[in-house]
């Protein structure tokens, strides 16, 4: 089996094939990252370029680290220390960075559609690492895969996603994936912060947040998006923490054996309370660790990688 086409865009149009796909790929690659010597030649020759008009830790040093353990070349480009100051284009940038050699392009953006743009322009693969409130593709899919490893399946849990989902492409990203695998997905969050029609994707509308955690068997929570909102979209962190916050009582409430989640950056004492965020159902670094994992198994399929049974020697 092979992925379709040449880029990975969103979870919108992938396959519950595809992505157990991807999923199946990514176990070899968590058993290279385990090594103490992390290195396969498995993509030599291969240049994967970072490209990130938006700040990041953990997706962008995952790509890097990600390109590396398989032996590919990898560089970095900031918009804030490229020619983007001097008023390079999107498309100009994409063509430039293909012009250099670049085999596949990693994007992250503010704008929603701009990994899409790229990959109409160059004939390089385009990986989306954030577009705008669209989507994250492989967010979802470390989410999906570090639920599966603890869970050993996706079908029929119900997932409760918590927090801003508005302006979160992270949001869109696990509804598509997880719905498309099996599991059912809650939302829940300020009614100003529930987008118009989204239960059209697949999801539940919850207003309470401890009706939407009841029974859940996982609960991801997400962080206010400052940076994207509009003024007055709540009264304040205190009063959102209140009624929107995770703490052990309202953990409490969903199953016995619930994972949570978070896909960072955490605002603690807002989204979550420490206690929870680094209590024993939390798995919080252990998404950061797969997101290395799945992002290898990304690259290596997208470069032309054949099956799940990687070389990995």
């Known amino acids: 089996m092979t992925l379709q086409g040449?880029?990975?865009?969103?979870?919108?149009?992938?396959?519950?094939?595809?992505?157990?796909?991807?999923?199946d790929t990514a176990v070899p690659m968590k058993e290279i990252i385990s090594r103490p010597l992390k290195k396969v030649p498995t993509l030599r020759g291969r240049t994967i370029v970072n490209v990130f008009y938006e700040p990041?830790?953990?997706?962008?040093?995952?790509?890097?680290?990600?390109?590396?353990?398989?032996?590919?070349?990898?560089?970095?480009?900031?918009?804030?220390?490229?020619?983007?100051?001097?008023?390079?284009?999107?498309?100009?940038?994409?063509?430039?960075?293909?012009?250099?050699?670049?085999?596949?392009?990693?994007?992250?953006?503010a704008m929603a559609g701009a990994a899409e743009l790229m990959a109409r322009t160059v004939s390089a693969s385009v990986i989306?690492?954030?577009?705008g409130a669209h989507e994250h593709p492989t967010q979802a899919l470390l989410d999906m895969f570090t639920v599966r490893e603890a869970k050993g399946t996706l079908k029929g849990l119900e997932v409760a996603i918590i927090g801003d989902i508005t302006h979160s492409r992270v949001a869109r990203s696990d509804i598509w994936g997880f719905s498309r695998m099996g599991a059912r997905v809650r939302v829940c969050g300020p009614p100003t912060m529930i987008p118009h029609g989204i239960d059209t994707m697949g999801c539940k509308i919850f207003d309470?947040?401890?009706?939407?955690?009841?029974?859940?068997?996982?609960?991801?929570?997400?962080?206010?998006?400052?940076?994207?909102?509009?003024?007055?979209?709540?009264?304040?962190?205190?009063?959102?923490?209140?009624?929107?916050?995770?703490?052990?009582?309202?953990?409490?409430?969903?199953?016995?054996?619930?994972?949570?989640?978070?896909?960072?950056p955490i605002n603690r004492g807002v989204e979550l309370t420490g206690e929870v965020a680094d209590g024993q159902q939390s798995l919080i670094e252990t998404q950061v660790t797969n997101g290395v994992a799945v992002r290898?198994?990304?690259?290596?399929?997208?470069?032309?990688?054949?099956?799940a049974n990687v070389p990995v020697d």
């Open 6 to 23: 040449k880029d990975l865009l969103g979870l919108l149009h992938k396959t519950e094939s595809e992505i157990e796909y991807i999923l």
């Open 56 to 109: 990041s830790t953990r997706t962008r040093t995952s790509f890097e680290l990600a390109a590396k353990y398989l032996s590919a070349d990898s560089v970095n480009i900031s918009g804030s220390a490229s020619s983007v100051v001097k008023g390079e284009s999107l498309v100009d940038t994409a063509r430039t960075v293909k012009a250099l050699g670049a085999d596949i392009i990693v994007v992250r953006h």
């Open 128 to 131: 989306n690492a954030g577009d």
């Open 208 to 264: 309470k947040v401890e009706d939407a955690l009841e029974g859940a068997d996982v609960v991801i929570v997400l962080r206010i998006q400052n940076e994207r909102q509009q003024q007055g979209l709540f009264p304040g962190l205190r009063e959102y923490a209140n009624m929107y916050g995770i703490n052990s009582k309202r953990l409490g409430l969903a199953a016995p054996d619930a994972l949570l989640m978070h896909p960072g």
């Open 296 to 307: 290898m198994a990304i690259l290596y399929l997208l470069a032309g990688g054949g099956d």
